[in-house]
């Protein structure tokens, strides 16, 4: 076929309606009409930052101001505050009675160096529960309106609860004995000295009592440490009704509770294991049958006080703090309860600790 007959057959072909009836478009609108497609999706994109933008400023000032953020949660911010008052002023009130209770003991007998070791690692256990106080203290949500908890903190404040009397315990006791290592240090005297109003006078008169007392009362502190996370572990986190009640119902709205709940009640337990351990001097206050025995009453009437003390409380709110309890529902019922805590911390804890302070590096004799 000759080469002109395919031209004409495309001069003489019939115009395809839409396509070849349409005037030609320019080359420039295809490109604007891309270009305009980009600009609107960079505007889009630009929205959608500014509104997140916004969403994530709204939230930090909700986090930051902790009454908006337990009010977004459901939760009374006032119950909060209280329950944060009763907490400093019962660490103060705690702290100020061991200071004072100090001025009745005795300077250690054989001479005790200062230890920079010692001194570390004791501010280092003080800083670990100091932190699990105020993570249960401040991150820990209030007790609901209508709870049982709400009900047993009417009178008692947080202090119905095991948990918060054991942290605080200990971190008194951390605290004093932070203080007691620091005050052997050489240069504190120099430090004392400078004091006003006689301040530095009634520091180095304490001092030596405050380090027997810190000894003397570490077996105690111990014991409710250890007590905290076993009892802990055992009573609410393999409790299938706490876990239900307590732990699943405050995840679900929002809150961490189980990095809370376990950052307040497990560090206790390796806290006082390292502070008998590594950190106290066992001839400071030496296992003798007299110590021995004296720790294990303190330790037996805080079992008994603390169950008469949650009867007491249950007497006038009729709540229990924990859902266990419940269970609980005769005089026997609590006598067998108080007996077995007696089996645990007389029995079980206790001798631990002893252990413990008997196998402490230092040993039963002063370092010559």
């Given amino acids: 076929m000759p080469p002109y007959e395919n031209l004409r057959r495309r001069d003489?072909?019939?115009?395809?309606?839409?396509?070849?009836?349409?005037?030609?478009?320019?080359?420039?609108?295809?490109?604007s009409t891309s270009l305009e497609r980009v600009q609107a999706k960079l505007r889009a994109a630009k929205h959608k930052a500014k509104k997140k933008g916004k969403q994530l400023v709204k939230k930090a000032k909700v986090i930051l101001d902790r009454d908006a953020w337990w009010t977004s949660l459901g939760y009374d911010p006032e119950v909060k505050a209280r329950s944060v008052r009763w907490c400093w002023r019962a660490l103060f009130l705690l702290t100020?009675?061991?200071?004072?209770?100090?001025?009745?003991?005795?300077?250690?007998?054989?001479p005790v160096a200062f230890s920079l070791f010692r001194a570390i690692a004791t501010n280092a256990l003080f800083t670990a529960s100091g932190y699990a106080l105020i993570t249960d203290t401040y991150r820990n949500p209030p007790p609901a309106k209508g709870s049982d908890s709400h009900y047993c903190s009417t009178y008692l404040g947080p202090y119905a609860f095991f948990t918060k009397q054991s942290l605080t315990i200990q971190c008194a006791h951390l605290a004093l004995s932070t203080a007691?290592?620091?005050a052997l240090a050489p240069q504190f005297a120099e430090f004392a000295a400078v004091l006003p109003f006689g301040l530095g006078d009634a520091i180095t008169a304490t001092a030596p009592g405050l380090l027997t007392l810190a000894h003397a009362f570490a077996p105690f502190a111990a014991v409710i440490g250890i007590a905290l996370t076993l009892l802990y572990l055992k009573l609410n986190w393999f409790e299938p009704t706490w876990r239900?009640?307590?732990?699943?119902?405050?995840?679900?709205?929002?809150?961490?509770?189980?990095?809370?709940?376990?950052?307040?009640?497990?560090?206790?337990?390796?806290?006082?294991?390292?502070?008998?351990?590594?950190?106290?001097?066992?001839?400071?206050y030496p296992l003798t049958h007299a110590s021995c025995k004296s720790v294990t009453h303190f330790g037996a009437s805080y079992c008994v006080f603390y169950c008469l003390l949650t009867l007491a409380n249950y007497a006038v709110v009729e709540r229990y703090p924990y859902p266990f309890m419940r269970a609980l529902k005769t005089p026997w019922h609590w006598v067998v309860f108080c007996g077995a805590l007696l089996v645990l911390v007389c029995g079980f804890i206790l001798p631990l600790t002893f252990g413990l302070l008997w196998l402490n590096p230092t040993g039963g004799q002063a370092p010559y």
């Avoid at 100020?96 to 054989?110: G, Q």
Wanted: charged share 20%; with cysteine.
């Fill in 96 to 110: 100020t009675a061991l200071v004072a209770a100090a001025r009745t003991f005795a300077a250690p007998a054989a």
């Fill in 180 to 182: 007691a290592e620091v």
């Fill in 12 to 31: 003489n072909a019939k115009p395809r309606p839409g396509l070849d009836d349409a005037p030609p478009q320019p080359a420039g609108l295809k490109r």
């Fill in 244 to 284: 239900r009640e307590v732990l699943d119902a405050t995840n679900a709205k929002g809150i961490a509770f189980t990095e809370i709940s376990l950052t307040a009640h497990c560090p206790a337990l390796p806290i006082a294991v390292l502070d008998v351990l590594c950190v106290k001097r066992p001839y400071v």
